[in-house]
């Protein structure tokens, strides 16, 4: 063969193989996963959640098609594990956490489709994961990991960040509870997972579903703050005006977790399972091509598999009766997180409203005494006169920044303090806590925020009347801090 034939011959094998790493493409209908060691890895103990979820050696792959064992190209090359991978919205990169060492801290890492060394993108102290894009194609995350083991209110909270190409991260949230397993809707708001208050110490958590503006302003309750399992994580917009989520028990001793959704038309009132048919443990669900979802269960019992089984990846019609045979399966591996390497919609952006030179915000309540609450004779709950701003500056310590009276209808109008997470506490005439929402919502700078009520009813509108309030400026909280006593509220 001479050489002009060789050179020919090497740019076709470049044409068909994609150069095997040296370039950006994929062929049609690649799918990006995670892939996890099935057995033990027999490294060292796991500190964080993120080494409890891809032990050593798990990685991020290309899995090409026609979907073998074999078919797949490493993007985590040179980090010692790796998951959480997201597609960039053009389908041309690939955002995953990543980590280089035993004694490195988890970091966000980009990767192209063709391969090669994956670049750093975050540098948190305390590590970062759960990667998503806004639409400005700025990166969102979560910092620091949590500890394993590690309660959702430790002494520094996980919180939700922004940052641009090569620019410096941008604090979201400041609740008083971690913030994570975050991602972002088509209507550009980013939904995450954070935990309810608890009623004691030492409470087991009731995990739900909670949205902000890609600014950090207006955190509200999206779904599971009041039923179903304690557990929610990885959420995910399935398309069909359908959130999708994993459930989970952590009194259950067969540590099972399964698919739910929810109506973003109705996400209060519309929980339940996500699939109609039995199927073993499942790992993650995102969103395939034509309402179809692409879905990890657990193999076991899968024709031609052993009874030893592992997690496969499985593509699943919206109005399945049966699971199917898997899309991708590598017995040796536990196939996991699998999305479609595509361009997609940009999510809708937001205009913030945000004052940076301020230092404070407004919370306007319509009704303090609209509740749901009841009297524990079962009639109305006693009425409220005037509220109490808490803050928590540190864990587990409630400070008030001041009281505000109710004007006649009920409505308040107050200036709060940026940034820092609040609470509040509905008090009647004789000062006796009524109803309490521990410190778990913020505003920021410059924000104008509002909510209906206290304790108040999901899913109903409030009258349509003009609050008293708007007719003053803003209450200042001028009183000094101080602790507060934990009373329980009266009926």
């Not at 095997?20 to 994929?26: D, L, M, P």
């Not at 035993?102 to 489709?113: F, L």
């Not at 994956?118 to 500890?147: E, H, N, R, W, Y």
């Not at 609209?370 to 400070?399: C, F, H, K, M, Y």
Request: hydrophobic residues 40%; proline residues 9%.
């Amino acid at each position: 063969m001479n050489h002009f034939s060789s050179l020919f011959l090497i740019a076709v094998l470049v044409l068909l193989l994609g150069c095997g790493g040296c370039g950006e493409s994929a062929p049609t209908g690649a799918l990006v996963l995670t892939q996890a060691p099935t057995g033990p890895t027999g490294t060292a103990a796991a500190t964080d959640i993120l080494d409890v979820r891809y032990p050593s050696g798990s990685r991020v792959v290309l899995a090409l098609p026609p979907f073998q064992p074999g078919s797949v190209r490493v993007l985590s090359k040179g980090l010692i594990s790796a998951g959480s991978p997201i597609v960039s919205l053009d389908g041309r990169r690939v955002f995953f956490a990543g980590k280089a060492g035993a004694a490195a801290t988890w970091q966000i890492y980009e990767a192209r489709p063709g391969g090669g060394t994956p670049k750093q993108i975050t540098d948190m102290p305390g590590g970062a994961m759960d990667p998503a894009l806004i639409a400005t194609g700025d990166l969102v995350f979560s910092s620091p990991v949590p500890k394993a083991g590690e309660s959702w209110k430790p002494a520094r909270p996980s919180a939700l960040y922004a940052q641009s190409p090569g620019g410096s991260p941008r604090r979201l949230t400041f609740g008083s509870a971690s913030a994570v397993e975050l991602t972002v809707l088509a209507d550009g708001r980013i939904l995450f997972v954070s935990a309810q208050p608890v009623a004691t110490n030492g409470s087991e958590p009731h995990l739900a579903l909670f949205t902000v503006n890609d600014d950090g302003t207006e955190v509200t309750a999206f779904a599971g703050q009041h039923d179903g399992a304690a557990f929610v994580h990885r959420p995910r917009e399935l398309g069909h005006g359908r959130v999708g989520f994993l459930a989970s028990n952590p009194d259950s001793a067969t540590n099972e977790i399964w698919a739910e959704s929810v109506r973003t038309a109705r996400p209060f009132t519309s929980r339940g399972r996500l699939f109609q048919f039995q199927a073993g443990r499942c790992r993650s669900v995102e969103p395939g091509e034509e309402g179809a979802l692409l879905a990890s269960f657990d193999s076991r019992g899968v024709m031609g598999r052993s009874m030893r089984g592992s997690q496969a990846i499985f593509q699943v019609g919206p109005e399945a009766q049966v699971l199917g045979q898997p899309l991708f399966d590598d017995p040796s591996w536990d196939d996991i997180e699998a999305a479609r390497l595509a361009p997609r919609p940009k999510p809708t952006g937001h205009i913030s409203t945000m004052v940076a030179a301020k230092k404070t915000g407004t919370i306007l309540c319509l009704d303090a005494n609209r509740t749901s609450d009841r009297a524990a004779d079962g009639g109305n709950p006693s009425v409220a006169t005037r509220i109490r701003v808490l803050s928590e500056t540190e864990q587990g310590v409630l400070r008030a920044l001041g009281e505000v009276e109710l004007q006649p209808d009920g409505s308040f109008l107050a200036e709060v303090p940026a940034d820092v997470p609040l609470g509040f506490e509905a008090l009647d005439a004789h000062g006796n806590v009524l109803r309490r929402l521990p410190p778990m919502v913020w505003v920021r700078a410059g924000e104008n925020r509002s909510c209906l009520g206290c304790h108040e009813p999901h899913n109903r509108s409030p009258r349509n009347a003009r609050p008293l309030a708007v007719n003053f400026p803003p209450a200042r909280l001028g009183a000094p801090l101080e602790t507060v006593a934990m009373q329980s509220p009266r009926p």
